[in-house]
C-alpha cells in the first residue's frame, strides 16, 4: 500500500501543528519530482522528497530544497504593481487587486474595439507544466482569439525531427533504460539537469552494461560515465552518419527490420554514399579507429539505449541531427523492444483533452514565432501588436537576441507580466500581477521527463496577495463578459482537462493523493512496430543541409548549457552570480590573447557582454560556453549575444549558430568577484 498523505499528516509538536503535504513540483524540469512539504502553523519549514515517487525516488534537487527561499524571499512581489504615469521609466507603485484587475480589463477591452483583438498578444510558455495553466489559453480563446507565440525555445528541432522519422517524439519509460546494455548520453548533461536520471544510468553500469557520454564539452556527467566521445561542436549528424557507414561496411544492420519497418532506406543509403568515411570522421573530429569500435559497440550490444539532450537541438539543422541519430537504432533495429530505443522527452500534455481550451472559439488567429519575437512583433501589422500579456515566461532574457526584443517591448503601449520576481521582462511591464507557485496551488503536473502523474496539492495559502493564473483569468474574465464560461474550482477543471486519464483506470482523487502512473503513456513506444507516419513506417532522413556558419571577425562558437545551481533564469538577486562566468578552451583562449580568471568583452554581431573568462581544459575547441538564465540587468543574459536564427525544421530557435570573440580587458577580476567555477 504506498504511501499517502492525501489526508495530510497531522501531529501536535508542543503547540505547533505540524503537516505533511504529497504536492509535485511543476517547474520545467525533466524530473518533475514528487513532494512531501512540512508545513507548520501554515509556513512550509522543508520539503522532502515523496518516496513512493518511481522515478524521482524520495529526494530532491538542490534547487527544491531550497525552494521555500523563493517563496518567502524578500525579492517575491506580493502585491500588484502599475507604473507612475503608464510609462516604463515610472516607479512601480502598489495598487489593489480591483484596479489592477480594472485596469487589465479596461486596456483589452479599448483594445479590442480600437485595433481588434490581434492588437493583443498572449505569450505564454512553460514556467508552470500544471495542467490548470492551459485554462489561459481558454481565456483568450474566448475573447474572439489574439496573436499568440508559436514555434520553439526548447525542444521544437527535436520535435520535428523525431516526428518525421517516427510520426511523434516518444521516450521509452526512464525505467525502461535498466533493460539496457549500453546507453549513448548524447548532448546531456543529466548530473546537472535531470539528477534522477542518475542512479538509473549508475544502475545499468552496475548490471554490467556501459554508458558513453557525447559532448563537445567534458561535462559532469562524464564522471557518471565509462567513456566520454569528445566530438566536434554541432558536427553530431556527421559523426551519426560515420557510425552508419561503418555499422552497413561490416554488416550489423538489422536487414528484417530494415525490410519490414522501414522507408526511404535506399535513399538514406545514398545519402551516406556520398561522404566518405574520412571526410565524416575529420568533421567530427572523431578518429577512424574509435568510430569503428564505437559503431560495433552500438550495433551488437542489444539492447542499446540512446538518450538524448538538449546540447544537440540549438543548431540550425537539429532536427537532421535528431534524425541522423535515430537513423542508428532503425538500421541496428532498436525500435520498439525494450532497453533500445531513441528517448528526449514526452509529448504529454497532448494527453489533456485538448477542448478545455475552447480552440474553436477563436475567429481570430495570428501567432509570432518564439524565436524571432523582436524581428515578429516589429514586423507585425494589420493590426500591429500593442499590448502584451505574459504568463509563465521571462521572454526578454531567453528569446534569442533579447536587445531587440526589448527594442520591440518598448515600443508596445501596454505589458502585464505575471509572475513573482521582477525579472528581466518587468523591466519592460507596465502592470505585474504577482502569482503563486506550486506550493500555493491545486493543479496536476503531467511531465515532459517521465510517466508519473503528480498531484499538486495547496500547501499553503497564497503568501501575501499572489494569486494563481486560473484566478487571474477568472476575475478578468468576469470583467468581459465571460465569466461564467472561466468559472470553477481547480479540481472541476482539472477534472476535465484529465479525461483521457481518468476514462483509463485512475481517478483525479488518487493522482492528488500520490503519485501514479499515467495509464495510457507506453513504457515502450512502437512496441507493434506501427508509426504515425505517411508510410506507416519509420522513415529515414535523405537529405542534410549542414553548412556551418562561419566568420573571420566571430571565431567561436557561442555554446549555451544550463547551470546546475539554478533553472533557466529562476534565481534571486541574491542568488545572482556577481560576475558573469564564460568557460573557454586553453587553445582558443591563447589565440585571444585571454588569461585564466581575466576579464575580457565577449562580443557577437548583435551584442557585447563583460564576463570573467575561465580558462578550461574540459571545454572543446573553439567553443565559448556559458549558462543559461543569468539577469541581463545584472550584467548577465547569454542572450544579449544570441542571434534570432531559426532552424530548418520545427521553428526552433537556433542559438547555437551564434559567433562571438573573446576581447581582453586589463583589469583581472578581483578575489571577492570571483565566482566558483561549475564542475
Ligand atoms: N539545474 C537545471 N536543470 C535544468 C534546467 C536548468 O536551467 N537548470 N533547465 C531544464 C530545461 S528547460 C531543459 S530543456 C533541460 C535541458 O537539459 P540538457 O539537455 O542536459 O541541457 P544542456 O545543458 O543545454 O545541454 C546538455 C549538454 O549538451 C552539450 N552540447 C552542446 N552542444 C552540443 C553539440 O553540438 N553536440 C553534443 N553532442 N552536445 C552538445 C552541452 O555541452 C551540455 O553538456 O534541463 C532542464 N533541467
Ligand atoms: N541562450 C539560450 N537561451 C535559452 C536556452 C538555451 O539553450 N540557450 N534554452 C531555452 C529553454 S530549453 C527554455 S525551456 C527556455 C525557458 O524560457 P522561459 O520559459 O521564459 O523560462 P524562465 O526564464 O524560467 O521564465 C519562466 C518564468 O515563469 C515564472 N513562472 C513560474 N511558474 C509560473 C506560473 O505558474 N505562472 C506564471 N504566470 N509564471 C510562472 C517564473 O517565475 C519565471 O520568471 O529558455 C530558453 N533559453
Ligand atoms: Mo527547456
Not at 38 to 48: A, H, K
Not at 121 to 137: D, I, P, V
Not at 457 to 485: C, K, M, T
Request: with cysteine; proline share 5%.
Amino acid at each position: 500500500m504506498p504511501q499517502r498523505y492525501a489526508a495530510s499528516l497531522h501531529c501536535r509538536v508542543g503547540t505547533l501543528m505540524a503537516e505533511k503535504i504529497y504536492t509535485s513540483c511543476t517547474l520545467d524540469c525533466p524530473d518533475g519530482c514528487g513532494i512531501v512539504a512540512e508545513v507548520e502553523n501554515g509556513r512550509v519549514t522543508r520539503l522532502e522528497g515523496h518516496r513512493e515517487h518511481e522515478f524521482t525516488r524520495g529526494y530532491l534537487c538542490a534547487k527544491t530544497y531550497r525552494f521555500p527561499n523563493r517563496l518567502y524571499s524578500e525579492e517575491r512581489i506580493l502585491h500588484p504593481m502599475k507604473r507612475e504615469g503608464g510609462r516604463l521609466d515610472g516607479a512601480w507603485q502598489r495598487i489593489s487587486w480591483d484596479e489592477a484587475l480594472d485596469l487589465a480589463a479596461a486596456r483589452i477591452r479599448e483594445g479590442i474595439d480600437a485595433d481588434g483583438p490581434l492588437s493583443i498578444m498572449h505569450y505564454q510558455r512553460t514556467g508552470s507544466w500544471g495542467a490548470t495553466k492551459k485554462l489561459n489559453h481558454r481565456f483568450w480563446n474566448l475573447m474572439g482569439g489574439v496573436t499568440t507565440n508559436s514555434g520553439s525555445l526548447c525542444s521544437g528541432a527535436a520535435r520535428a525531427g523525431q516526428t518525421l522519422d517516427f510520426g511523434t517524439r516518444a521516450g521509452h519509460d526512464p525505467m525502461d533504460m535498466l533493460n539496457s546494455r549500453l546507453v549513448l548520453l548524447w548532448g546531456r548533461n543529466p548530473m546537472a539537469t535531470n539528477l534522477h536520471m542518475v542512479p538509473l544510468l549508475k544502475e545499468v553500469r552496475s548490471r554490467g552494461g556501459r554508458v558513453i557520454l557525447i559532448d563537445p564539452v567534458r561535462s559532469e556527467s562524464a564522471t557518471i560515465c565509462d567513456e566520454h566521445v569528445q566530438t566536434r561542436v554541432a558536427s553530431d549528424a556527421e559523426f551519426a552518419m560515420a557510425l552508419a557507414k561503418v555499422i552497413l561496411e561490416e554488416g550489423l544492420e538489422d536487414r528484417g527490420f530494415l525490410k519490414d519497418h522501414t522507408h526511404g532506406f535506399a535513399e538514406y543509403r545514398a545519402l551516406l554514399d556520398s561522404r566518405t568515411l574520412a571526410e565524416l570522421s575529420e568533421a567530427c573530429d572523431i578518429g577512424e579507429d574509435d568510430i569503428r569500435r564505437l559503431a560495433r559497440e552500438y550495433a551488437t550490444s542489444k539492447p542499446a539505449s540512446i538518450l538524448l539532450g538538449w546540447g544537440l537541438n540549438k543548431y540550425k539543422h537539429s532536427a537532421e541531427v535528431f534524425r541522423c541519430v535515430d537513423a542508428l537504432a532503425a538500421l541496428t533495429g532498436q525500435i520498439g523492444i525494450a532497453g533500445g530505443g531513441v528517448s528526449h522527452g514526452f509529448n504529454s500534455q497532448r494527453l489533456f483533452d485538448k477542448l478545455v481550451e475552447a480552440p474553436g472559439r477563436a475567429t481570430h488567429h495570428r501567432s509570432i514565432p518564439e524565436p524571432t519575437l523582436g524581428r515578429g512583433l516589429l514586423e507585425a501589422n494589420e493590426p500591429p501588436v500593442r499590448m502584451m500579456f505574459i504568463t509563465g515566461g521571462n521572454p526578454i532574457n531567453q528569446s534569442p537576441n533579447s536587445m531587440l526584443v526589448a527594442q520591440a517591448f518598448r515600443a508596445l503601449d501596454f505589458t502585464v507580466l505575471v509572475d513573482s520576481f521582477m525579472t528581466d521582462t518587468a523591466d519592460y511591464a507596465h502592470l505585474f500581477l504577482p502569482t503563486t507557485t506550486f506550493l500555493e496551488e491545486e493543479d496536476v503536473l503531467v511531465s515532459w521527463g517521465h510517466n508519473i502523474l503528480g498531484g499538486v496539492n495547496p500547501v499553503i495559502e497564497p503568501v501575501g496577495e499572489s494569486r494563481s493564473d486560473l484566478w487571474i483569468f477568472q476575475r478578468l474574465a468576469e470583467r468581459l463578459g465571460i465569466g461564467a464560461e472561466m468559472a470553477g474550482t481547480p479540481r472541476e477543471w482539472l477534472a476535465r482537462i484529465l479525461t483521457p486519464m481518468t476514462h483509463n483506470g485512475v481517478t483525479l482523487e488518487e493522482v492528488m493523493e500520490g503519485p501514479v502512473r499515467c495509464p495510457i503513456a507506453p513504457m515502450i513506444p512502437f512496441a507493434d512496430k506501427v508509426f504515425p507516419t505517411a508510410s506507416g513506417r519509420y522513415e529515414f532522413i535523405t537529405r542534410l543541409d549542414h553548412r556551418p556558419r562561419r566568420d573571420e571577425d566571430f571565431p567561436l562558437t557561442f555554446v549555451t548549457n544550463f547551470s546546475k545551481r539554478w533553472l533557466l533564469s529562476q534565481m534571486t538577486e541574491a542568488e545572482h552570480p556577481k560576475s558573469p562566468q564564460v568557460r573557454v578552451d586553453p587553445g582558443s583562449a591563447a589565440l585571444a590573447g585571454v588569461r585564466d580568471g581575466q576579464r575580457a568583452r565577449l562580443r557577437s554581431a548583435v551584442g557585447v557582454l563583460e564576463v570573467e573568462v575561465k580558462v578550461d581544459g574540459r571545454i572543446g575547441p573553439g567553443i565559448v560556453l556559458m549558462p543559461v538564465g543569468t539577469w541581463i540587468k545584472r550584467g548577465g543574459g547569454a542572450n544579449v549575444l544570441t542571434e534570432d536564427v531559426v532552424s530548418n525544421f520545427g521553428l526552433m530557435a537556433a542559438y547555437g549558430e551564434t559567433r562571438v570573440r573573446l576581447e581582453p580587458l586589463p583589469e583581472a577580476v578581483t578575489n571577492e568577484a570571483r565566482e566558483p567555477a561549475e564542475a
